[in-house]
């Protein structure tokens, strides 16, 4: 007997599905912000050469690229409260993971951006007087910038994958919605298969759009 | 103009001195122990096999390098690296090097900004100039390496020969006291070397004071009022053009000098 689809069991939960989806841009929006914010303070800090300044850094970004996202997110939500004795939301405990993770990979993308400017780069402004500052807001961060957006647009995309892992501490966002609605329909195969669709919707444009930051950068 | 044992300088004519200055990395002693005058006008060309040392030489004058060792004055300013605490450090020392113009092998022009942007670069960034005030500048120094018809083109629209010459309008732009020039045609087809060089001799007719790194030798006969040979890190011969470059008396130079007899045994046009 071949199975009947029926996408109305879906829809009837379009106001969960609206929140869930809420809930999945909104922590790849701030999870990415701050990731950015964590990334350029110490893709900044990294400049400095020194390493009690360097050495904490590289830790951060090691532990954080070398460890699964899943075992992460799992970790801040049960661990971390523990280790603080502090009483840590779900939301803000998995979100901090997230957080972090997106600021180790931002780190790198920092530091790429700015190592791979010519180094006559910076002798030519030093040469010419320009203080650190200046040659770094001037000539070294406009160059750097153009070629960090690509893959910082990239890290993302995957970003907001990532998010559907908030699923296992119970964070309502678009694949714990689908959970729910399975639970409450019997109706996996309607409802993940909608899921992958919302998933692949919001994505597929943001990763055309991404080749063609990448094409400019070629130029 | 090449009287260059002469140590007093009542007149301040004397825009750089350096004594015994050294550079090593690690164990690799790069510079080792190098005395030079340089007075106000004079164009001094170093040469020397390479590796050694002459293009590390004029790094530590503007300090791109620092030197390990020795005594180095720019203007009034003097150094002695034997102290730490007269080691300029942040604004001090990009004021320091704000006083020196440089052109590089490679260019290493701004890709990110038009001809003209590079040559006001110095003024806005550094001096803090008015654009219009600078923009004046840069345009009037863009015209005198032949340049005017190219303010607007990037770096990549242009050829090398036009690159190097950016280059040097971005340092004179600065008004600098004095020009180092690390080997600026060694990176250019043999076609566009002459327009780099030919504008550089029309700065030193127009009386800057230049320390060159070159193996242009027909250029340093032409131009230079003083030649420096190095060897290994040190100074091993100095004096006017002519006595060098035609007479040396010593072997290493004797030998250098060699591979270039063709180019230097040429009249001047």
């Given amino acids: ?219 | 103009m090449t009287n260059s044992s002469t140590y007093s300088d009542p007149a301040g004519d004397v825009m750089v001195r350096a004594s015994g200055l050294r550079k090593s990395y690690g164990t690799v002693e790069a510079v080792r122990g190098v005395s030079l005058e340089v007075k106000r006008g004079q164009v001094v060309v170093l040469i020397g096999p390479s590796g050694c040392g002459k293009s590390t030489f004029l790094r530590c004058i503007n300090l791109l390098e620092t030197p390990s060792a020795g005594t180095l004055q720019v203007g009034r300013r003097a150094i002695d690296f034997a102290s730490s605490r007269s080691m300029p450090h942040g604004r001090d020392l990009a004021r320091f090097r704000a006083r020196i113009g440089m052109v590089f092998q490679q260019f290493d022009l701004f890709p990110h900004m038009t001809a003209l942007r590079n040559v006001m670069s110095g003024p806005v960034i550094v001096k803090k100039m008015p654009q219009r005030q600078a923009e004046a500048i840069a345009r009037e120094l863009l015209g005198k390496v032949g340049l005017g018809a190219f303010t607007e083109r990037y770096p990549r629209e242009l050829s090398g020969g036009q690159q190097q010459r950016v280059a040097i309008a971005r340092a004179m732009a600065m008004a600098p006291e004095i020009m180092l020039f690390d080997e600026v045609t060694s990176a250019l087809d043999p076609e566009l070397v002459g327009e780099v060089l030919d504008v550089m001799k029309q700065l030193a007719t127009d009386g800057t004071t230049m320390i060159v790194v070159t193996h242009e030798m027909a250029f340093a006969r032409d131009v230079a009022d003083h030649v420096v040979v190095m060897d290994a890190g040190q100074v091993v011969e100095q004096g006017p053009a002519e006595e060098i470059l035609l007479q040396p008396k010593n072997p290493r130079t004797v030998s250098f000098l060699s591979r270039f007899h063709s180019t230097i045994g040429e009249r001047r046009a």
């Avoid at chain 1, 603080?84 to 931002?106: D, I, K, N, R």
């Avoid at chain 1, 320009?130 to 993302?156: C, D, G, W, Y």
Wanted: proline share 5%; glycine share 8%.
């Fill in chain 1, 1 to 219: 007997m071949a199975y009947k689809w029926d996408f109305g069991a879906v829809y009837a939960y379009l106001n969960l599905w609206l929140k869930g989806l809420g809930v999945t841009l909104g922590y790849s929006l701030g999870t990415v912000l701050g990731g950015l914010v964590i990334g350029v303070a110490c893709g900044m800090l990294l400049l400095y050469r020194r390493r009690w300044v360097t050495l904490p850094i590289h830790y951060y970004v090691e532990i954080f690229r070398c460890t699964p996202l899943l075992v992460q997110i799992v970790w801040f939500y049960y661990a971390l409260p523990i280790v603080l004795s502090v009483e840590l939301p779900a939301w803000l405990a998995a979100g901090l993971g997230l957080t972090l993770y997106m600021g180790a990979f931002s780190t790198e993308i920092f530091r790429g951006g700015i190592i791979s400017i010519d180094k006559g780069q910076w002798q030519a402004a030093r040469a010419l007087g320009m203080t650190n500052a200046e040659l770094m807001r001037h000539i070294i961060l406009p160059q750097a910038i153009k070629r960090m957006v690509p893959p910082f647009v990239n890290q993302s995309i995957i970003q907001l994958k990532n998010t559907s892992l908030l699923y296992v501490v119970a964070v309502p966002d678009l694949m714990y919605t689908g959970s729910v609605v399975v639970a409450d329909t019997f109706r996996p195969l309607e409802v993940y298969t909608s899921v992958a669709a919302i998933y692949f919707a919001i994505l597929y444009p943001l990763t055309l759009y991404a080749a063609r930051l990448e094409a400019r950068v070629d130029q």
